[in-house]
């Protein structure tokens, strides 16, 4: 039994360091471009043009032209290029939402000097029109992508940047200026589709290809997006206008703190929703401070020196302007205001929790941190105020354990060492991991220290022999107990528990006493109230590693610490009071229910 516990900690520990998620930039990128093609797929559509080809006085050859379009009005209008349907016969437009869904079209103007064609679907049905963007706001090196149907290969993607926005054109005499020129993959059968940023806007119409050998090379050239507004506007009516904020933006200062709530999770263009008053210094030498999501020098002046020195630049200032957007109170309120919507609410049930992880040498973190979700907290923001109550609180129930002399401090000298360590480097990193992935994990951690901690009753009293893998282990003689510690098997499930107890929030509690009480046969007494002086010390080097990348609200903190200082107090007089295998089934219990809560959660 023992040595598969070993086995199983060791597989959560490989487990979580292949737990790591790719770099945040990468995953900002990845999820734009996904949103992108899915907004702009259901208005791209695929055309099949019939054609009648004669040569030295030969029979009529039918052959088929394949391109593509998109829907500029609900009404049907498609935008393509004229040479797609040049002479065409017949016109066959194809949707990306079903492959028995065709419609025969009609050519309502045509333009062969910009080659663009506007057609039209006679029907009843309503269809989606594209969203379109702003030619003229387009810098050089931004992202697009490119959707068609190269080759009769129908709505396919293909990426790459802009290179040129001003290329000049020759193709059969006549000639096309301030073409777009991207890396895109566009090939025959791309003419006429949409070319997009990465915000899923239309900025421009596949037009041609740089390409001797009739294949893509690297060179394709696209019509900008403004100039197709002008062309089709004068059959269909106005064009659209993207719509505007009715409120105005409100005026922000980048030098200041990012605010830390549920709005600025995911980072965005700053500038759809502010207006920049004064521009932070960053250097080209050091790490980004976000991942790219916009032109940098918008919102930043950048420096090659190593750090950024010297006043910033200061732009003219407009005043602030309150939204109505609902805001991080710890950021927005004044203490009297957060004391009433937010620490009121909480005193009650920090106070319960307080009490029932005190009684069981455990920090109130498995609750804490949820609670403080709900409450519209920021996931950092809450993991660090969790470890400041429980290090207040544990210090407060410490004091009562060892008045009662079951606090073992030469087994805290032994283990804490490793498990302060990890908490710290836990909270440090806890931003570049996958917190979904870690919170399935500690489920089921819990459901397997609960499944331990119910086995091998005479265990309390210290009777079999502990785990043993080494010569280097120290051995205990306490209040009549003896037991010995293998440090070759306690320092890296220590670690592991510091790191994943500072990571989520929650100390070491909820693993250290298992691994007390089953590897090492200390008796559950001696291992809840020993356990009582390694959490704060725990939640407090997790508490620092957090700090440093999360947000710390003194106020939040310190008042419900007050409350929680209380529950550990009642907490720990009634452990002292209570029966071993009372005790035993209700750290089991607890921690099967927070472990199934936690899976609920996430699925």
């Known amino acids: 039994m ?51 080809k004669k040569a030295n006085g030969e029979p009529a050859v039918w052959y088929e032209s394949i391109g593509s379009g998109f829907f500029v009005d609900d009404r049907g209008y498609i935008i393509s290029d004229y040479h797609v349907v040049e002479n065409a016969e017949n016109i066959t437009v194809s949707l ?25 679907i006679d029907s009843n049905e309503i269809f989606k029109p594209a969203p379109l963007g702003n030619s003229e706001h ?53 003419s006429g589709g949409p070319v997009i940023d990465i ?30 507004k002008h062309f089709y506007s004068r059959s269909t009516g106005v064009v659209l206008a993207a719509a505007t904020a009715p ?24 500038l759809k929703c ?56 710890l950021d927005t309120q004044t203490f009297g205001e957060l004391f009433k919507t937010v620490i009121l609410k909480l005193i009650l049930i920090i106070m319960a929790t307080s009490i029932l992880f005190s009684m069981l040498g455990l920090g109130g973190g498995f609750l804490y941190v949820p609670i403080l979700l709900a409450c519209g907290i920021d996931f950092h923001t809450a993991a660090t105020t969790s470890l400041v109550l429980i290090t207040t609180a544990q210090l407060s129930a410490t004091y009562t354990f ?42 089921c951690t819990l459901f397997l220290a609960s499944y331990f901690m119910m086995q091998d009753q005479s265990q309390l009293a210290g009777r079999t022999k502990s785990v043993n893998f080494s010569s280097w282990e120290f051995h205990h003689n306490f209040k009549g ?36 009480v089953v590897l090492f046969n200390i008796p559950m007494k001696i291992a809840v109230a020993t356990s009582s002086l390694m959490v704060p010390i725990t939640a407090f080097a997790g508490f620092l590693g957090h700090s440093i990348t999360g947000h710390f609200d003194p106020r939040l903190a310190l008042s419900l610490s007050v409350v929680a200082i209380i529950g550990a107090q009642i907490g720990s007089r009634i452990s002292i009071g209570t029966e071993s295998n009372f005790l035993r089934f209700l750290f089991a219990f607890v921690l099967s229910a927070v472990g199934l809560w936690m899976i609920i959660r996430i699925f």
Not at 102 to 118: G, I, M, W, Y
Not at 154 to 171: K, P, Q, Y
Not at 201 to 226: D, K
Not at 410 to 429: H, P, Q, R
């Open 138 to 190: 387009l810098e050089i090196g931004e992202w697009i992508i490119s959707v068609g149907s190269p080759f009769g290969f129908e709505h396919s993607v293909t990426i790459g940047i802009i290179s040129d926005l001003h290329r000049r054109l020759v193709i059969g005499n006549v000639t096309y200026d301030n073409m777009i020129q991207t890396d895109a993959v566009i090939n025959q059968g791309n």
């Open 199 to 228: 915000h899923g806007n239309i900025i421009g119409v596949g037009t041609a290809i740089y390409a001797p050998s009739g294949t893509y090379i690297g060179l394709g050239f696209a019509s900008p997006i403004n100039r197709v």
């Open 247 to 270: 409120v105005k933006k409100e005026a922000i200062n980048m030098n200041k703190r990012m605010p830390n709530d549920a709005r600025h999770q995911k980072f965005s263009n700053c």
């Open 481 to 516: 107990f003896e037991y010995s510690v293998d440090m070759m098997t306690g320092v890296p499930l220590t670690f592991f528990v510091g790191y994943m107890g500072g990571m989520l929030g929650v100390a070491g509690g909820w693993l250290i006493i298992p691994i007390m």
């Open 2 to 52: 023992k040595k598969y516990i070993i086995s199983i900690i060791i597989i959560l520990i490989a487990t979580t360091a292949m737990a790591r998620t790719p770099d945040p930039a990468l995953n900002q990128l990845q999820e734009s471009i996904s949103q992108a093609i899915a907004k702009v797929r259901p208005s791209v559509v695929s055309i099949k043009a019939q054609k009648q």
């Open 96 to 120: 990306w939402r079903s492959r028995d869904n065709h419609f025969v079209a009609r050519v309502v103007d045509a333009d062969k000097e910009l080659d663009l064609v506007l057609l039209k």
């Open 274 to 329: 502010h207006t920049i008053t004064t521009k932070s210094v960053v250097s080209m030498k050091a790490k980004m401070p976000h991942p790219p999501v916009a032109g940098c020098t918008k919102c930043h002046i950048l420096v090659k020196d190593p750090v950024a020195k010297g006043p910033v630049a200061v732009s003219a200032v407009m005043p602030v302007i309150p939204i109505a957007a609902n805001k991080n109170p």
């Open 402 to 443: 060892y008045r009662s002399g079951l606090v073992d401090l030469k087994l805290v000298y032994e283990l804490e060492g490793s498990t302060m360590i990890g908490a710290f480097l836990g909270g440090m990193l806890a931003h570049h991991f996958n917190i979904t992935v870690l919170c399935l994990m500690f489920a």
